[in-house]
């Protein structure tokens, strides 16, 4: 059951073999048990869950079921969920209940998904280990040891340790991909516009996507299908014909052209993650993948561009979070000034600090020009080194992070190497473009790599599908920690 | 020495649209404090948001009467500040690719007209209030305003007067309740002034520092704002002091500016264009429908009436100071084509007369424009006099829709213009009053005025006055 994908859980729950109410019985269970370590959850609230499921069962029961229906699904806790607490991994919103749904959270109670609980992340979803959390830091299911990736942290270490079938996430600068790479697991940032950022807690406006995170491409199409689509309430979403990602799953790689990019295989990328990289790429090429050199000679600049757009953008985000209409406010303070400055002192930690320093010195008077406005130049030529690059090739591939999950601590105290995770990650966000990430195997200290795979905007059907079929003749998307499956 | 004023005006226009720019909670005035605020107006995490057509419209409607370019696309940015009534922490605003650049207004002031240049009008959204009245050492924030639309219309600084600002200011303020995008009510904050004051010495080019005086929400505040502010600046320049540049308030109370905060402490609000918002691209076609919907603007009609109708300046002037005044007079000319001085003259006398003692706004006014070229048609045709029409339209005004007609009928109120009725009341009148007959004539011309006035009295005001003029002078001079 807990290694079941989404379709056969559907077939159960369909089948009447189990009700929603048993299944997410289990799964709170589960998370009972081994939350208590993995730290995969901020808020678990059984009473709702179960509320929730007793409605998908009548709904199962009346036939008005989707495929989704009754199955249990972990929410990121930056997604507003009505009546839930809703912290974004801080302090400052750490008494902060909902009053609304996120779009992503409607939509999946409408399709009749149980919402699971609120899962760890970094910060205002500013980290790359989940170890800016208020509410502590999420441990590997693979390696106690080791960090899950983040910000979207507890949703990969949920769905690797199989405390939930599958999950949301968000993905600013690598924020999906990375932390699915490092827990073993499947996850997708479509292109930007495609899922409604209403409710989503902002980081950076322009970059911010949601997600989903499951065990496979397949789950993922199937979530897919039910987050993307058109909201009003979202200036920037997209108004498109819906597209069913499970249509073309089954389709032949044969003849697909992907693109290598030489700066992604350059140095940087640590030997164990190389080699099992390669051995993925061995495999498309025995499905009958063809392979080009491609080059994107400004992504160098992706990891700075992205440290000016990203925190400018939050220090204004952010600015909200000023203890005068909800959340922490501090205690004692002498005037106005006093409470800004000793709510924010007190209510945000030092990472998201750090960012809003940053922000808010790059769009001072005097400096916006030398690094606002040369950081969006320079974001436009990342984009265009991507359209060049989709001349030659259908897909892009690469590893999704440098090395492989690294320890709790290992790098806390060394912002620089911290945000060197994202360095293949946030320019297909810069972009704008999707990326998706699939597990290939172990490294070092058997911890999981991924592979990291771009496509051109709107082609996320085809990267599902070449995704798929790579899983169809390899198993490590079906592998669980050992500890965990215990 | 000789000091010149330098003036521009910043002018905030809250638009009268239903709902806010970006949600969609009503902006209704004085409802119940933060029971129009919705989830976007109060900032809770993860809430967007969106742009409201009819307020760009009506920001394009102003810029098209102005003559101005319209910015495609037009970019909205965020200014950050922390204020406790500003719920995101930023404003959204415009910085650069404002809706509206250039364009120009022309204002009047005694028989001089000058043509002011505007920089530019962009739209941006109002904060809440704090109030600190009627909360113990607290402060009490009402967010129903947050959110609402305004235009902020920059004037380029072109006044030298504040008699030139305050007639800038009044022909704005004309102008976009002409255009239907804003109430105009000062007193609900619909129109509020902000006015960047300087002087130099006569004949320079150069700009004096400038102080801003903000919270201007009467003409009145405006010019002694701006007056007192011009003499307190002549005053240090002449005692050989320096401007400082600062923000200033003025406090109508004392009638005085001071200082609210200066240059050095000013904020850096660290403008950048809102990822939310996507540059908003106006298209060539939406500009051209807006201009067909466009009314006749107060500047054509003024000048219409100066050519079809005949008026001086002086009255065109008046009658289009507002469109609604203009629309009742057009509609008065319409039922008495050739008497277009006559109803301009009715209008701005005794209709406004009795408007301004009821206080009443002309589109409440009991007498219709039909109605009142009804009356004006039987002073010309001479039924009635210009006396008995007051008290005609004095009837009309209490009544109930009647006509001229119906009440002169009514009250038997038709001049009398027959010799022989006329000479009655003469004889009787000069029988009565012999020693005023002998008066006029040893020569004392006002015992005739007397005269014509007991005869029009004892005709109870309906004697047609021209024709006892004439036949009284005939008797007296036999």
Known sequence: ?486 | MQWETVIGLEIHVQLATRSKIFSGASVAYGAQPNSQACAVDIALPGVLPVLNRKAVEYAIRFGLAINAAINSPSIFARKNYFYPDLPKGYQISQLERPIVEGGHVTIRTGDKEKTIHLTRAHLEEDAGKSTHEGFHDKTGIDLNRAGTGLLEIVSEPEMRSSTEAVAYAKALHSLVRWIGICDGNMQEGSFRCDANVSVRPAGSDVLGTRCEIKNLNSFRFLERAIDYEVARQIDILESGGSIIQQTRLYDADRDETRSMRSKEDAHDYRYFPDPDLLPVVIPQEWIEQIREKLPELPEDRRNRYIQDFGLSAYDANILTAARELADYFEQAVKHLPEQSKLCANWIMGEVSGRLNKEELEIDRCPVNPEQLAGLLLRITDGTVSGKIAKDVFDSMWQGNGDSADTIIDAKNLRQISDGGEIEKWIDEVLAANQQQVADYRAGKEKAFNSLVGQIMKISKGKANPAQVNTLLKKRLTE
């Open chain 1, 1 to 486: 059951m807990l290694n079941a994908s989404l379709r056969q859980l559907s077939s159960l729950l369909s089948e009447k073999k189990i009700s929603s109410t048993e299944l997410t019985g289990e799964f709170l269970t589960r998370i009972k048990a081994l939350n208590p370590d993995l730290n995969a959850f901020i808020t678990v609230n059984e009473e709702k869950s179960l509320e929730q499921a007793r409605v998908a069962d009548e709904m199962i029961a009346s036939g008005q079921s989707t495929p989704l229906t009754g199955i249990p699904i972990a929410q990121k806790d930056i997604f507003c969920a009505n009546g839930w607490l809703t912290t974004c991994g801080s302090k400052i919103l750490s008494n902060f209940i909902s009053p609304y749904d996120a779009a992503v959270v409607k939509q999946f109670d409408q399709a009749g998904m149980v919402n699971l609980g609120k899962t760890n992340m970094d910060e205002f979803a500013m980290g790359s280990s989940n170890e800016t959390s208020y509410y502590g830091p999420v441990k590997n299911p693979w390696d106690r040891l080791a960090v899950p990736g983040g910000s979207s942290g507890g949703s990969a270490c949920a769905v690797a340790a199989r405390l939930a079938p599958a999950a949301t996430g968000t993905d600013t600068g690598g924020s999906i991909r990375q932390p699915a790479a490092l827990c073993g697991i499947s996850g997708i940032k479509p292109t930007y516009g495609l899922v409604s950022r209403y409710g989503m807690i902002a980081f950076a406006s322009s970059l911010d996507q949601a997600g989903p995170m499951a065990k496979s491409a397949e789950d993922l199409a199937l979530l897919l299908n039910v987050m993307v689509g058109f909201d009003e309430r979202d200036s920037t979403s997209l108004q498109r014909k819906k597209e069913d990602y499970t249509q073309s799953l089954e389709r032949s790689v044969s003849g697909l052209r992907i693109g290598l990019p030489k700066e992604f295989f350059a140095e940087g990328m640590s030997s164990d993650v190389s080699s099992a990289v390669e051995a993925a790429l061995t495999e498309y090429r025995k499905l009958g993948a063809t392979f080009v050199e491609v080059s994107l000679p400004n992504s160098k600049l992706a990891v700075p561009v992205y440290y000016v757009l990203a925190p400018a953008e939050a220090s204004s985000n952010l600015s909200r979070f000023d203890g005068v209409r909800y959340g922490y406010r501090a205690t004692q303070y002498t005037n106005l000034e006093d409470l800004y400055a000793k709510t924010r002192a007190e209510g945000f930690g030092e990472e998201v600090k750090r960012r809003i320093l940053i922000g808010t010195y790059v769009l001072s008077h005097g400096y916006y020009d030398a690094y606002y406005l040369q950081a969006q130049k320079l974001r436009r030529l990342i984009a265009e080194d991507f359209t060049k690059a989709f001349e030659q090739c259908d897909l892009i591939m690469g590893p999704t992070s440098p090395t492989v999950a690294f320890n709790i601590g290992e790098k806390c105290d060394d912002p620089i190497q911290m945000y060197l995770s994202d360095i293949y990650t946030s320019a297909a966000s810069l972009a704008g473009l999707p990326g998706m990430s699939i597990p290939v195997g172990f490294g070092n200290n058997r911890r999981p790599a991924g592979l990291h795979i771009i496509g051109n905007y709107f082609r996320e059907a085809q990267m599902l599908n070449v995704a798929h079929c790579y899983q169809q003749v390899t198993n490590w998307h079906e592998l669980t920690p050992l500890e965990i499956n215990r």
